[in-house]
């Protein structure tokens, strides 16, 4: 049992976020504790392995336009995995089944995306993806839906299963779910440019997984990560913050960082509570329940992609991500958390013979994030007017709590790299709080 001197700060989470703002304080010269729900450090992201191959069940993907996980990278030493050129594509339409070259697909995306992005010579409608803030007209394109923008375009029905399921696969949510703002901002963030911004979203990954990365950071900064530590409640005293675990074991710190995601802090009592605000944003939750499922196929002469529409099929796109000898390891994505198991073989067959009948998993995987009481989603993904709000409601700290994590992201939101940067900030917020307050004290005669 720790005592009330023992710890400056306690770290609420060991997700990228937790870890950055824990490892920031700790370079600061302040005794941090970190406290972990799972028996494992990362959060939403988990490399695994499956039939000899690694895997992630969560966050995947990086990019040099990502500048805080960028940097993590570089200083890393580890390297870097490019997934494989798309095969053959098959989409999904009224038509049924049928080939689209990649180009054609490709010309959709690009018009699409500049049309539902009301790209003009004028320029974007968010010049700058850090400062949404500055954004005039922000609280009207955060209450569109992103189906309320599609349903505004003249597309083509080729063009609007491609653009539909394309959209749907990056938000892990259904179109109707989400705010308009959300994905303007990864467009942004992105350069404005499609093959940027795929390439930024699914395209580079750290070759030994997330979870080797975040491992480093943990270990170089000799981090103190208490794993299997629940927590139940967050108490503000006279000195400081005490958190309880549902274990009964308390912790004493001047400052405490909540590195929890959004939809998880309507799980721990906060005494006194939070602003209502935070808390009916966390019972809202993002959008973000869809599916994510991996598999392995033997022996095939070219691979495949698919693409439909959501609705339509459980898996809105999916294509070949590692080739190894005749293996490939495929990733597929859909909007629905539920449509199938993606643990169960015989589950994930039925849905790729009815895909394409040369699809044939021998191995498969898959996390169901929906349900994992401690994320309770996939990556943070906001429904409409929950950017703006999230913006109003945690700016800054309540007292001695502080926020941090993905959905504070003021670039990258729903990243890796929206977490560290979160995480950098929060740690900054803390240490101007413990130095103002221990400047204030000085002066008391």
Known sequence: MLTESDNDVVVLGAGYAGVTAARELK????????L???????????????AGTKIEYGATWIHWFQPYVWAEFMRSGLSLHEDPWFPPITIHSNDGPRSMEFERFRQILVSAWNAFAQTSSDGHLIERPYHIEELKNSRELDALSVQNVIDSLDMSAEESVVFMAEIAVQMNAHPKDVSYLSQLRWWSAAGWDVALMIDCLARYKVDTGLSSLIDIMVERSELCVQLEKVVSKVERTEKGVRITTRC?????????????????LQDVEFDPPLAREKIRLSEEEHAAKGMKVLFKTRGESAGHAIVAAPGDKPINLLNPIRVEG??????????????????????VNSVLSDLHPDLQAYAC????????????????????????RIADAFDGPEGDVHFAGDYLGRGWMGFVDGAIESG??????????????AESRSKVP
Not at 366 to 384: A, L, Q
């Open 248 to 264: 009964g074991e308390t912790w004493s710190a001047r400052k405490v960082v909540c590195a929890l995601p959004m939809n998880c």
């Open 27 to 34: 370079a600061l010269g302040y005794q941090v504790a970190v």
């Open 365 to 388: 995987a898959g996390h169901e994030w929906h349900k994992d009481k401690f994320s309770r989603g996939t990556w943070h993904m906001p429904r409409m007017t929950q950017n703006t």
């Open 36 to 50: 972990e729900a799972r028996d494992r450090i990362g959060g939403r992201v988990w490399t695994s392995e499956l």
């Open 424 to 437: 950098m900030l929060a740690a900054d917020e803390v240490h101007n709080g413990l130095v103002t307050t």
């Open 326 to 347: 005749d293996d490939r390891l495929y990733v597929g994505f859909g909007v629905d958390g539920t449509a199938f198991d993606p643990n169960d073989l015989k589950e």
